[in-house]
């Protein structure tokens, strides 16, 4: 579903954020990307979310190798990748429910399928009474689930989480973690950077791990 | 997902898959309509209602594009009206008739009855040359110069008022075909100099107020552009996140176009109010002022039409205004930096 060929990139002549990334992501798979701040955690899921280029080597998402994207395609890839980033990225202007919805409407899904697949999300979520409310209402742990909410209304084949456990206490931290394991047993390739190491240990799933733009651990091809 | 993309471009390929039982869906395309015409009636509310929960800030914009617009649009009835007037007074031009020099007084008040005598003259006056001499003595300020000439260098001139029913361009015409070839006759000019100069005033005037009204349209596009800046930048975390999660351009932009569109729409309805009640507070001083000059002028407003095409033409200069500030700004919010680090 994911896969990094060679991957480079390069910010100025002096600052290198990934050297040859080699790594592939099967459908279903659920992986953590881990390393020091700076390591590339960023620049690696910017690359998927094409808000940046790589500087050689190339990603692929679905099938579609990204590089050469015009831009004008850039917002149809982005309805295939769910994000969930660390300080959620809600709008405090409009309901819990509104938030949610804004992946269909970008989309031109009909209001109709708008409240059924809100309110999925939000039940999936365990947020279906709060939806009506704004999310400055709701503690970080809700806002979270909002933003998750958000990540997976329109069903997408992949799901990125930047940092999703950051400001949380172990208890919450573990209960999205087992949200995101649900989404890859349905299907969904889930890529979540974290340095929350014990987390990973406790799941115990394949861990890619960035040291100064190299992935030192992890690696692999899809098949391998 | 190129698939996924095709399927949305393509209505019908999507009701292949539907024939083949994977959807369930009704009718894709009138659903894909109905939606997308939904969402533009959404944002088109939404938009509205933005400007309406802040009346005061709407309400400057307003005015402001309201009389950047009604100056113009007030100089153009004003120019429509004079050139009423000008076609009114060219009905009364005069044909004048310059007799040849070895013409006599005598042979020139024969001619004068002749002339006086057709059904398409109203009035023939004669202007002697000595009282031609005089006059122009009096006005042109060359009176030692026309002392050295030898004779009266003028001949005699007729001045020929058409008829009520000859006051047309084509009757002029022919009643000076009839005096240029009479005997005597060595020039004949329609005197429409005071009209050509009227007529040159107004065409003047009618650039000048093309000039401004493009100049005023330039400064609404830019103040709708401004305005429209500032609100994307209110709600550049709204953008960030529409492009985050797979917003188009198109989509991004929509909501600031109709704002834009709706300025331009209270800007018309203000443009409009403004040039009614400078009509109804001029109205009276120019009923009496053309009374004084036995004219028929009037001030004519708007026509329904003109109300028409004055609101239209504002909303587009809102949107276009709306569609420079887009088009600088909107590329600008890019939702890369908001990944952390």
Not at chain 1, 20 to 36: I, K, M, P, S, Y
Not at chain 1, 193 to 203: E, K, P
Request: net charge neutral; aromatic share 6%.
């Amino acid at each position: 579903m994911i896969e990094f060929r060679q991957v480079t990139k390069r910010y100025d002549s002096d600052h290198t954020a990934l050297r040859q990334v080699n790594f592939g992501l099967d459908r279903g798979e659920l992986a953590f990307l881990t390393g020091h701040s700076g390591a590339g955690k960023s620049t690696l899921l910017k690359l998927i979310m094409v808000m940046e280029r790589p500087s050689a080597g190339e990603v692929v998402v679905g099938g579609q190798v990204l590089n050469r994207l015009p831009r004008r395609q850039v917002p149809y890839i982005r309805r295939h990748i769910g994000v969930v980033f660390q300080n959620h990225q809600l709008l405090f202007d409009r309901s819990v429910f509104d938030n949610v919805a804004m992946p269909l409407e970008v989309m031109g899904t009909s209001a109709r399928d708008i409240g059924r697949r809100v309110r999925a999300a939000l039940d999936k979520v365990g947020l279906l009474s709060k939806e009506k409310m704004n999310p400055l209402q709701l503690s970080g742990g809700e806002q979270q689930r909002v933003g998750i909410a958000r990540a997976v209304v329109n069903k997408p084949p992949v799901l990125l989480a930047d940092e999703p456990t950051g400001n949380l206490d172990p208890q919450l931290s573990a209960d999205i973690m087992g949200l995101f394991a649900e989404f890859s047993q349905v299907g969904v390739t889930v890529l979540i950077a974290t340095h929350d190491i014990g987390l990973i240990n406790d799941l115990g799933r394949r861990t890619l791990t960035l040291d100064q733009g190299r992935l030192v651990a992890g690696a692999g091809g899809l098949h391998g | 997902m190129a698939d996924a993309q095709n399927r949305r471009k393509d209505p019908s390929r999507e009701s292949d898959t539907r024939s083949r039982g994977a959807r369930t869906t009704r009718s894709p395309l009138a659903q894909q309509a109905s939606s997308y015409f939904g969402h533009h009636r959404k944002v088109a509310r939404d938009s509205a209602r933005r400007l309406w929960q802040a009346p005061v800030a709407s309400l400057m914009t307003w005015t402001v594009m309201g009389v950047a617009l009604a100056l113009p649009v007030a100089l153009m009835l004003l120019l429509t009206s004079l050139q009423g007037v000008s076609a009114g007074w060219e009905s009364s031009a005069r044909v004048t008739a310059y007799l040849a020099e070895e013409v006599t007084l005598e042979q020139a008040q024969t001619l004068k009855q002749t002339v006086a005598g057709d059904s398409r003259v109203a009035e023939v006056e004669l202007i002697d040359r000595d009282t031609a001499l005089d006059e122009f003595r009096a006005s042109s300020g060359l009176e030692d110069a026309l002392d050295y000439l030898d004779g009266n260098p003028l001949p005699h001139t007729l001045l020929v008022t058409p008829s009520d029913g000859s006051r047309t361009a084509d009757g002029v015409q022919t009643l000076l075909a009839l005096v240029e070839g009479m005997d005597g006759v060595e020039q004949v000019q329609v005197d429409l100099g005071w009209l050509q100069r009227l007529n040159a005033m107004t065409e003047l005037l009618g650039r000048a107020v093309w000039a401004l009204a493009l100049l005023l349209a330039a400064a609404v596009v830019l103040v709708i552009g401004n305005t429209v800046r500032l609100s994307i930048e209110n709600r550049r975390d709204e953008i960030l996140v529409a492009k985050l999660v797979g917003g188009t351009d198109a989509f991004v932009r929509r909501p600031f176009l109709y704002t834009g569109a709706w300025f331009g729409l209270g800007g018309g309805v203000v443009a409009w109010l403004l040039l009614q009640l400078s009509l109804w507070w001029l109205s009276g001083p120019v009923e009496r002022l053309a009374g004084l000059y036995r004219s028929d002028f009037s001030l004519s407003g708007l026509t329904f039409d003109g109300i028409i095409a004055l609101i239209i033409a504002a909303m587009l200069l809102g949107w276009l205004g709306a569609w420079v500030a887009v088009k600088r700004h909107l590329d600008d919010i890019e939702p890369g930096e908001i990944a952390g680090g």
